[in-house]
C-alpha cells in the first residue's frame, strides 16, 4: 500500500486534486471535513473540488508527516495556495484515509493549523 500513498502524495503536491480524485477514491467513498460531511462519492467530491480547483492560480503543498498503519494512511500537508484573484490561503490539514483495495473508500480531513 506504501507505493499508492506515495503516488497520492506526489499527486497531491503536483496540485492533479482531479486526477487524484478519480484514481484513489472510490465510487461510494464518504469524505468529512472537520467532522461534517463532504461528499458522499466519488463524482460528488470530483464536483466539488472542480469548482476549488479553478480557482487557484498557483500553489506549494509540502509533505509534513505521513503514517501508514495496516489500511490506514495519515497524511498532514502545508498547504499554500494563491487564488485566481491573488487571495493566499495558507494552511495546515491532516487527511485520515482508509484503504479498501486500491482506493480510498474514507477520508477524513481535519484542519490542523
Avoid at 497520492?8 to 486526477?19: C, D, E, P, S, T
Avoid at 461510494?28 to 469548482?51: C, H, P, W
Avoid at 490561503?89 to 477524513?108: A, C, L, S, V
Amino acid at each position: 500500500m506504501q507505493h499508492l500513498v506515495d503516488d497520492f502524495i506526489k499527486m497531491n503536491q503536483a496540485g492533479q486534486v482531479l486526477a487524484l480524485c478519480e484514481k484513489y477514491y472510490h465510487d461510494d467513498v464518504t469524505m468529512l471535513s472537520n467532522g461534517d460531511l463532504f461528499a458522499q462519492s466519488m463524482r460528488e467530491a470530483y464536483e466539488i473540488q472542480k469548482g476549488f480547483a479553478e480557482s487557484i492560480a498557483s500553489f506549494d503543498i509540502q509533505l509534513i508527516s505521513q503514517q501508514v498503519t495496516d489500511n490506514i494512511s495519515e497524511l498532514v500537508f502545508q498547504y499554500k495556495m494563491i487564488g485566481v484573484d491573488e487571495t493566499l490561503n495558507e494552511f495546515t490539514g491532516k487527511h485520515i484515509q482508509t484503504w479498501q483495495g486500491n482506493k480510498i473508500i474514507h477520508e477524513e480531513y481535519l484542519s490542523v493549523g
